[in-house]
């Protein structure tokens, strides 16, 4: 499945679970990677716990499993961690992509 946006009944669920890998970072780009081949790749604004976030402070989640997601609508996820932390994508620039997020068989767009 592929789409651009986010529909704001866009299920999840499938991101549960999944326990961060490895944070990549790039002049543009942060990718967050997952164990079974899942990715979140954010070229826009994201917050950590609330609060503007560099790279580096992602780099305390390694290791950490996401407990529950939620599709806030108008773009912005949030991603709960085992640990209390959480993350929000914000769908930043609507001329451009802010992140992408990729499982088996689902790639989204936003």
Known sequence: ??????????????????ELMQ????????????DSSVSLSVTGRYLLNDSP??????????????????????????VRFD???HLAVLDSNQHYESYEISAPGIYVIV
């Open 83 to 85: 640990d209390g932390s």
């Open 53 to 78: 976030a560099q790279p580096s402070h992602l780099l305390a989640l390694l290791g950490r499993r996401i407990v529950t997601t939620e599709n806030m609508g108008q773009g912005t996820i949030v």
């Open 1 to 18: 499945m592929s789409m651009y946006g986010l529909k704001s009944d866009q299920d999840l669920g499938f991101l549960c679970d999944r």
């Open 23 to 34: 944070v990549c970072v790039g002049l543009y780009q942060v990718i967050l990677r997952f």
